[in-house]
């Protein structure tokens, strides 16, 4: 049973009241779960209050609201996130994709249109895609460009290929599950990757709502963080065409190290990029010309 009133304004401010005390941003979150399981907009609530919400939304809206005082992220109860304006689908197995990854789309996107281009293609391999996040943005934008995302959990990948699917992207997208390179073949022109990064020590200081939601899969870098930057920076070779480039995310106080790992393996880094806070967040290597 709920105490929820079924017009829509009203609704909206209870839900609103109910989350006030738990979460950072009560009114986004009580107006994406509302406007999610009423199948409503912002501009119909504002025009319309006193629209009726059947009440089957009602519970859904409901039960929505107390996982998300129970400390459940939103998206993971909505099911999706956008990322660079997509819509992607999640699951347990994948990594909620972080505006702050976006950088790492735009900081390679001129590369992946100048291959195009003059290619005629451009060849992505995606290492750990997760939900596709990366990927799927790049194949979004760039029509000639085709991707195949590697991931270490099977769920991921159905996920990812829900997502291209979904996106109308799955004839240029292919998942395969493979231990970092392990099962990969043939060159690419581009290498992408947000690895997990944390140290494991660090995981237990993470949010709850990371800590206790994201897959630990996809955030535990070892020991300090940096094992997949090594793997990476050890293998990549045999995957990049030569001329190609291979663009990372980092955690914000790795950029130092991070330039070490990919210098001694014949790497120089292109440029650094920062996040909408502020902090490095990606860089982009080119190949030491034999
Ligand atoms: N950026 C993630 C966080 O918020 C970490 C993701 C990763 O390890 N790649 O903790």
Known sequence: MTDLPNALGPL????????????????????????????????????????????????????????????????????????????????PETLEPRPDTETLVEAILPFVKAVATQEGECRILDLGTGTGAIALALLSVVPTANATGVDLSAGALATAARNAGQLGLAGRFTGLQSDWFEKVSGRYHVIV????????????????????????????????????YRTIAAEAARFLEIEGRIAVEIGHTQRNEVCEIFTAAGYVPGSVFRDLGGNDRVIVFERIKP
Not at 17 to 36: F, K, N, Q, W, Y
Not at 197 to 226: H, K, M, T, W
């Open 12 to 91: 909206l401010r209870e839900a609103r009241a109910r989350l006030g005390s738990t979460v950072d941003d009560p009114a986004l979150d009580a107006r994406l779960i509302v406007e999610h399981f009423s199948g409503t907009t912002r501009t119909q609530a504002i025009a319309d209050p006193e629209r009726r919400v059947g009440a089957g939304a009602v519970a859904e809206i409901d039960a929505a609201l107390r996982r998300r005082a129970g400390g459940e992220p939103v998206h993971r109860i909505l099911g999706y996130r956008e990322f660079y304006g997509l819509r992607l689908s999640l699951s």
């Open 193 to 228: 990757a947000n690895p997990p990064y944390i140290s494991s020590e660090d995981i237990g200081n993470l949010q709850d709502e990371v800590r206790n939601f994201d897959p630990r899969l996809a955030l535990d870098g070892g020991a300090d963080g940096l094992n997949p």
